[in-house]
């Protein structure tokens, strides 16, 4: 399967993988620290190996993990974990119900609603896309993992690069959230009014990048980009 490793911050790596049975990119990420290695997201179970083949060409193994935080219990976010039995592992507790029982047996700790977590990350609750999903706020670098809150799934990558303006896929995006704002239908389906609450919460943190879960990690404009949906939603 074709993936991407490519350096975003001094302190953070993205790696997406193509999913050709869900025809997405799958996205995870490498925030290195004093302590070691914390690894966001893990992918699903079967592609552990093209994870730990991009670890490999950082020079990193199991054992340089120092820990792993899934953003929500979804199985392309915590899959990986049946691989790392040692390593300190977080999920939102909100979440736990949606984990397989040989994933969860690994799990050592719950993230906060609102606060510090490990690494230097700040955690907040969203709650939209599942009820502990969260994001996470990485200060010294400027990067916000918003992870499937916002992404763009099933879309290729701009010029084949992990990180991007992405101005055609966010006009995509102004456009869908303007057409979900205007079928009432959905606004309750898929609870719009949480899910632009999120958008609100993430505008705080000031970031300098957005690493999504699906696609694209955009630079540049992350203020405005997230501005736009929001007054698309109003």
């Not at 670098?141 to 896929?169: A, I, Q, R, T, Y």
Request: aromatic share 12%; charged share 25%.
């Amino acid at each position: 399967m074709k993936y991407f490793l490519e350096k975003i911050t001094d302190h953070v790596y993205g790696f997406l993988l193509w999913d050709e049975s869900w025809n997405s990119y799958n996205n995870c990420y490498f925030l290195m620290g004093e302590n070691g290695c914390t690894l966001v997201d893990s992918g699903k179970e079967e592609h552990f190996d093209y994870l730990e083949t991009a670890m490999k060409e950082l020079n990193l193994d199991k054992g340089g993990i120092f820990a792993f935080i899934a953003t929500h219990g979804h199985k392309d976010h915590i899959g990986g974990l049946s691989f790392l039995e040692k390593v300190e592992s977080y999920i939102h507790s909100e979440d736990l119900s949606l984990m397989p029982d040989k994933q969860k047996a690994n799990l050592t700790g719950t993230l906060p609603d609102n606060g510090a977590a490990i690494s230097g990350l700040e955690c907040i609750l969203l709650g939209h896309h599942t009820p502990g999903s969260v994001a996470l706020f990485h200060r010294e670098s400027g990067v916000l993992f918003c992870e499937d809150h916002l992404c763009f799934f099933g879309e290729p990558l701009p010029d084949e690069k992990v990180v991007s303006n992405g101005k055609e896929m966010k006009d995509k995006y102004v456009k869908f959230i303007s057409e979900w704002a205007n079928n009432e239908e959905m606004r309750v389906k898929h609870n719009f009014d949480l899910f632009m609450n999120g958008l609100q919460i993430l505008r705080k943190f000031d970031a300098k990048y957005l690493c999504t879960g699906h696609g694209v990690v955009v630079k540049d404009d992350v203020d405005s980009f997230l501005s736009e949906l929001i007054q698309a939603g109003n």
